[in-house]
């Protein structure tokens, strides 16, 4: 059973950090795409980093150079470090898993999905 369980989300003040986990389970983690989304209330879910089976990485503008992604295919484990946090940055946070080893920001392109994790950012 293909399980991502996503952790680390949390509240803090404007310029903080917080780092993302999400642990996947019940599919081969290292052939596959991961991306992280998110979802503001009343706002379509949006692509925020990803990273193919190669480690290639993608980020939104609005987060380059502030968030880091990254995979530990050995503890199937993704993260999301997330520095300089700003208020716009609110919202869920899901991790996704796309059935190719390469990445896209197309929400419709990922199969499995966790439950999400609340960042908040005041």
């Known amino acids: 059973d293909v399980q991502l369980v996503e952790s680390g989300g949390g509240s803090v003040q404007a310029g903080g950090s917080l780092r993302l986990s999400c642990a996947a389970s019940?599919?081969?983690?290292?052939?596959?795409?991961l991306g992280w989304f998110r979802q503001a209330p009343e706002k379509e879910r949006e692509g925020v980093a990803s990273?193919?089976?190669?480690?290639?990485?993608m980020y939104a503008d609005s987060v380059k150079g502030r968030f880091t992604i990254s995979r530990d295919n050995a503890k199937q484990t993704l993260y999301l470090q997330m520095d300089n946090l700003k208020p716009e940055d609110t919202g869920m946070y899901y991790c996704?898993?796309?059935?190719?080893?390469?990445?896209?920001?197309?929400?419709?392109?990922?199969?499995?999905w966790g439950q999400g994790t609340q960042v908040t950012v005041s």
């Open positions: 019940g599919f081969y983690f290292t052939t596959h795409c």
């Open positions: 996704a898993a796309r059935w190719q080893y390469f990445c896209t920001f197309t929400k419709d392109d990922y199969t499995r």
């Open positions: 990273i193919d089976a190669y480690g290639t990485t």
